[in-house]
């Protein structure tokens, strides 16, 4: 899972030709180009800095006022329901339930997000859990003071408070049933913000758009106009492109084990795996294609939880998902799907 005062642990990611993205974080890049617009479409973008990330959004639309007011009011929903999931804000909801044990008054979003999470939980043997953050901040401690992971005595007691089983999920109640226990959403949330910009932007009549918040990237539109293309920059440098995959009516994410890390060796970093209780070492990145950025968000942390081969058994059982797995070293393994993506 993922540490939040690092919160952008996606690989680098902007938006070329007409659609410039000024932020950059090497060495995975996914890029989105629109194929040549209808001459009648106008294409307006806007980016914001949101969730300790760039998030723009780019509109294609026969109307300019209608894409302007399309993402002005998508930009607003996306920044109300931000507080919700911001663990460090006092104030928020999650950060109530890490506080308190219990939430009696849970928003539908944190529920759904939540929901979510556990069908994740299930569908991945456990690896994805979104109550890990105790060792996640237990392991980043001990690398920062000792530059080791936590002893393995330490990581037992850690794991009694882990659990996604230790969590009773009711639509008004979230409550732990262990002490100790805290949850994260860093690795789903963003997904989620990403799904109901979207939808918003849908409701206003858009029919062409594309929302990249930091690297959780979800297209609308392909019927009407040619796809977005999607480039996959090669993590390890040997080429430019690893890949270029169409995207319509559907999210792709990317997680990446080199940017967000503890130590100078870059050993320890933002993903961590409980049978491990340290960060995996194998896979350094992986890519996930899905029907909602939310799945996507977390199927790509997900990935890096399990060997290749198991990581690619449990995509091959989701509907309409792929993914593409990059470990160290350079092998490449992908779903049986992934060919049919490619531009």
């Not at 911001?86 to 939430?103: A, H, W």
């Amino acid at each position: 899972m993922t540490d939040q005062q690092r919160m952008t642990r996606r690989s680098s990611l902007k938006l070329l030709g007409a659609f410039g993205l000024g932020a950059a974080l090497p060495n995975v890049l996914l890029h989105a180009r629109l194929a040549q617009a209808q001459a009648s479409r106008h294409t307006v973008s806007k980016t914001l800095p949101l969730m300790n990330t760039l998030v723009t959004m780019t509109v294609c639309d026969p109307s300019r006022p209608r894409a302007e007011e399309a993402l002005e009011k998508a930009f607003r929903h996306i920044q109300d329901l931000i507080p919700i999931f911001n663990r460090f804000d006092p104030g928020s909801r999650l950060s109530r339930l890490n506080q308190q044990g219990v939430l009696h008054d849970v928003p539908p979003e944190l529920f759904q997000v939540l929901e979510t999470s556990k069908y994740l939980y299930h569908q991945s043997k456990k690896s994805f859990d979104v109550t890990v953050l105790p060792l996640l901040e237990e392991h980043r401690q001990s690398v920062l003071q000792t530059g080791r992971p936590p002893e393995v005595r330490e990581i037992k007691t850690i794991l009694q408070s882990v659990g996604f089983d230790k969590l009773h999920l009711h639509p008004r109640t979230v409550r732990f049933t262990h002490s100790g226990m805290r949850i994260t959403l860093d690795g789903i949330a963003k997904g989620y913000l990403v799904d109901r910009a979207a939808m918003v932007l849908r409701r206003q009549g858009v029919r062409s758009a594309l929302i990249n918040a930091g690297g959780d990237i979800r297209a609308i539109g392909g019927k009407d106009g040619a796809p977005w293309r999607i480039g996959l920059q090669d993590p390890l440098g040997r080429k430019k492109e690893l890949a270029t995959f169409k995207l319509a009516d559907r999210a792709v994410a990317t997680s990446g084990n080199y940017h967000n890390y503890y130590d100078p060796l870059a050993k320890h970093h933002h993903i961590i795996s409980k049978g491990l209780g340290d960060s995996p070492q194998r896979i350094i990145s992986a890519t996930a294609l899905a029907p909602s950025a939310m799945l996507a968000d977390g199927l790509s942390t997900m990935l890096f939880l399990n060997t290749p081969a198991q990581s690619l058994r449990l995509v091959e059982s989701l509907p309409e998902s792929e993914a593409l797995i990059i470990t160290r070293g350079g092998r490449i393994f992908q779903s049986s799907g992934w060919q049919r993506t490619l531009a």
